[in-house]
């Protein structure tokens, strides 16, 4: 659940040529799928989500439902999230992520609480407001949370400044000592981030709509 700029450095050539010609970059989307040609598609950090999940699945399996240390837990990463300000985050995210953690928000991984810090501020700095509203949480037998929410957000460069919504989901895992230990976010990061750069964004907003 977070926004930066590191993206851009590794999607610069992409980009280019997207706001070159979009609809040449379909064309050789469609024509490399004909062709044959394999693309490599990177799934380790589903692999390692998958992973983890099993693995906190079987640590929980005597579980009914959420212990009270996990409720306070998912109660504190609410708070900390719901506020995505330097003056909110800082110091305080090693208090609400184990070390040991992995967080991935379909952009990046992180699996340290000081990385998932450094990664949060980072985001902060970029930003002139950040808030998170949460809509509805559910929890499963394992004691895994889906928590829905709406993040609201405004930065100089992105979308002339203007407020951006977008809307996601986190699935989370928390321990006995309240601290998360796994978070990994649902959202669409195309509307919430690379649709709002100037120039690529309305390149990547008429291809959406010729896929439609």
Not at 18 to 46: E, H, Q, R, W
Not at 51 to 75: C, F, H, I, Y
Not at 105 to 125: N, P, Q
Not at 143 to 159: F, Q
Request: proline fraction near 4%; aromatic fraction near 8%; include cysteine.
């Amino acid at each position: 659940m977070s926004i930066q700029k590191r993206p851009f450095r590794w999607l610069a050539p992409f980009l280019t040529g997207m706001a070159v010609s979009p609809m040449a970059f379909i064309l050789v989307l469609a024509g490399c799928a004909t062709s044959g040609s394999k693309l490599k598609i990177d799934d380790s950090a589903l692999n390692e989500y998958q992973q983890r999940v099993d693995a906190l699945t079987k640590e929980n399996s005597g579980l009914s439902g959420p212990t009270a240390a996990q409720r306070k837990g998912l109660e504190a990463w609410k708070e900390l999230i719901s506020d995505l300000s330097v003056e909110h985050l800082e110091g305080r995210v090693s208090q609400v992520y184990a070390e040991d953690t992995f967080l991935n928000d379909t952009l990046i991984t992180k699996r340290t609480a000081a990385d998932v810090e450094d990664y949060l501020l980072e985001t902060a700095r970029m930003l002139d407001s950040g808030t998170v509203e949460f809509k509805d949480t559910v929890w499963s037998p394992d004691g895994g949370a889906y928590v829905r929410w709406e993040m609201v957000y405004e930065g100089k460069k992105l979308a002339g400044g203007q407020p951006i919504r977008t809307i996601g989901m986190s699935h989370l895992y928390i321990d006995q000592d309240s601290r998360v230990v796994l978070q990994q976010d649902f959202w669409d990061s195309t509307r919430g981030l690379f649709e709002q750069v100037p120039v690529v964004g309305p390149q990547i907003h008429y291809i959406k709509g010729q896929l439609q």
